[in-house]
DNA sequence: TATCCGTGGTA
DNA sequence: TTACCAAGGAT
């Protein structure tokens, strides 16, 4: 859920799906179309199928617990890098290297002294994140907190709260003059008349509504018809809709 | 590797 | 008002 969302938009949904399926064979047992469901608008539902198929996989090859390898972790559907890194380290203690985007922030600014990090992770990044890690397990794992919530409430994107910052003394970017940002443009995401934003009226439009909804529902709801019918079947192949009947559609 | 995958709060 | 951008992943 924390995939590119913020935690204040999350927990409300996060809690409510906890108290429903609050293990993996729990959410395996239902419905696809009961993960979409619940999760709302926290956006890029592929996320919540994605989940589902991560919860029947934990059942099926790991007998419904959640596993501490972090090879294991990150051959579940929608567990990359990051989160397979962050699950091993948070849950586990185990010692790994936790690179999301704050964590990238803290150490561009207070290390090599830049403001932003590059678009994509670097190889050096990676080597430098992997240098700093302390040696233990257990102490890994308050290193990878610490730093990620140090970007998260102190070092943050824009306006970052210098004044509370614990490390000011150390930090590369403040004795550098806090000079700005001259990388390449960090690409903008357009939303009006795409294709998201298409896809996700449709789906929209079946999250609201308990029983299977009539074709004419989704044309109402986006006029265009080459994008509509394009973006309607397109969520059906991705699993997020399902056709019922020869005119109407629900979430699976 | 560049691009696509939603959504909403904020400055 | 319009950008920016938020605990990334898959292709």
Same mark, same amino acid.
């Given at each position: 859920?924390?995939q ?5 938009? #999350?927990?409300? #949904? ?14 395996a ?8 469901? +619940? ?8 996320r ?16 419904? #617990? ?38 990238? %922030?803290? =150490?561009? $600014? ?6 932003f ?8 990044? $990676? ?12 102490t890994a794992?308050?290193? *990878? ?10 070092c ?6 210098? +004044? ?15 000079? +700005?940002?001259?990388?390449?443009? %960090?690409r ?7 294709d ?17 909804v009539?074709?004419?529902? =989704? #044309? ?16 059906? *192949? ?8 020869a005119?109407?559609?629900? =979430?699976?």
């Amino acid at each position: 859920m924390l995939q590119q969302t913020p935690v204040a938009r #999350v927990l409300p #949904v996060y809690e409510r799906w906890l108290d429903e399926w609050p293990r993996p064979a729990d959410l395996a047992a239902v419905p696809t179309g009961a993960a979409v469901r +619940a999760w709302g608008r926290l956006g890029y539902p592929r996320r919540a199928l994605r989940l589902h198929a991560a919860a029947t996989a934990i059942v099926e090859r790991h007998d419904g #617990v959640v596993p501490e390898e972090y090879a294991d972790l990150v051959a579940l559907p929608g567990v990359g890098d990051y989160t397979a890194a962050a699950v091993a380290s948070f849950a586990y203690r185990r010692r790994h290297v936790v690179l999301d985007t704050n964590v990238r %922030r803290v =150490l561009a $600014r207070t290390v090599s002294g830049v403001e932003f990090p590059a678009n994509a992770v670097t190889r050096a990044e $990676r080597d430098l994140a992997s240098g700093l890690l302390p040696d233990d397990g257990p102490t890994a794992a308050a290193w *990878a907190v610490a730093t990620m919530e140090l970007g998260a409430t102190v070092c943050v994107a824009a306006s970052p709260r210098c +004044a509370a910052c614990p490390v000011t003394e150390l930090c590369a970017w403040r004795r550098a003059g806090y000079p +700005a940002y001259d990388g390449p443009p %960090r690409r903008g995401q357009a939303y009006d008349g795409t294709d998201r934003q298409c896809r996700g009226r449709l789906l929209g439009v079946l999250r609201d509504s308990h029983e299977p909804v009539p074709h004419r529902r =989704l #044309v109402e709801a986006w006029p265009g018809e080459e994008q509509r019918e394009r973006c309607l079947q397109w969520l059906v *192949a991705d699993g997020l809709v399902a056709q019922v009947g020869a005119d109407a559609y629900a =979430l699976p």
